[in-house]
């Protein structure tokens, strides 16, 4: 995997205020507003052909804006049914290699739910699943993170130890860290500047500095209840700390991506990353 040189900010899918909607003239507008960074939404199916892929690895390259992909919601590595399971591989597999074929960077996605199993046997079995995986786009030359992502309910698998000791035993995975997902998560803990310190410190100590010189995170406003997660909102409409958050990341050294999940998604990562830059630490 090539090495990002700094803390990199962009959007979850084409920014809003694209004036046409495809994912070229994205990259271009992402770039136009100042931003450096966008993910590729393969939420609802990889429909990205390989040709398309190419030009888009052309127009980013060009723009200097990293690419990363979030595969499809339809994902459960412990569904029931091994067909669920099969189809969900395939479907990470393939965002993989159209994320690849574009030049991207890491590809992120929610890896499965316990459905009330002892959480060991699902760790193991979606480890399994991961590994197989990796091992599939290793044997097709394929380089890209591979990211299970921190989830935002009690009820899906994803928990902060979970995902750091995934990224140990198996090969190109690190977690993808959605700061607004352990809010939710842990219901309304996990904001503030000594958690997230906590939060870092233990992917370093188990890690290494790799992972924080590699991170794939996610960052919004959100609304949630003792269960978790409800939706995202806008930063400033939330009880988000998210300026003590930047300045723990900027403390930290971090670099990566932020991606912006919030409603209006190019105008807080605009929001973000000016804050970033005018943080000292």
């Given at each position: 995997m090539f090495k990002v040189d700094r803390l990199r900010f962009g959007t979850a899918g084409i920014p809003i205020s694209t004036p046409k909607r495809?994912?070229?003239?994205?990259?271009?507008?992402?770039?136009?507003?100042?931003?450096?960074?966008?993910?590729?939404?393969?939420?609802?199916?990889?429909?990205?052909?390989?040709?398309?892929?190419?030009?888009?690895?052309h127009v980013a390259k060009k723009h200097d804006v990293l690419l990363t992909a979030h595969a499809p919601y339809y994902i459960n590595l412990n569904a029931a049914e091994k067909a669920k399971v099969e189809a969900s591989k395939k479907r990470i597999i393939q965002s993989a290699e159209r994320l690849y074929d574009a030049g991207g960077w890491s590809v992120v996605f929610h890896a499965g739910y316990y459905l009330k199993q002892d959480p060991e046997k699902v760790y193991q079995r979606i480890k399994g699943e991961i590994k197989d995986i990796v091992s599939s786009l290793q044997d097709r030359g394929i380089e890209v993170w591979i990211r299970p992502e921190l989830t935002g309910k009690p009820t899906q698998f994803g928990d902060l130890r979970e995902l750091v000791r995934l990224s140990e035993e198996v090969e190109m995975v690190l977690p993808t860290i959605d700061f607004a997902h352990a809010h939710a998560r842990h219901?309304?803990?996990?904001?503030?500047?000594?958690?997230?310190?906590?939060?870092?410190?233990?992917?370093e100590d188990r890690l290494g500095r790799e992972a924080l010189d590699n991170m794939h995170i996610h960052i919004s406003g959100i609304n949630y209840t003792s269960k978790g997660e409800r939706n995202h909102l806008n930063l400033q409409e939330s009880d988000m700390n998210w300026e003590d958050l930047l300045r723990v990341l900027k403390e930290f050294r971090v670099k990566g991506v932020v991606i912006s999940e919030?409603?209006?998604i190019e105008g807080d990562a605009i929001l973000m990353k000016k804050k970033y830059e005018e943080i000292r630490v």
């Open positions: 495809s994912t070229m003239d994205g990259i271009v507008h992402v770039r136009n507003l100042g931003l450096d960074a966008m993910e590729l939404e393969f939420v609802r199916g990889v429909n990205l052909r390989p040709e398309l892929a190419k030009k888009i690895k219901a309304g803990k996990c904001n503030t500047a000594e958690e997230w310190r906590e939060m870092l410190s233990l992917m919030s409603p209006n």
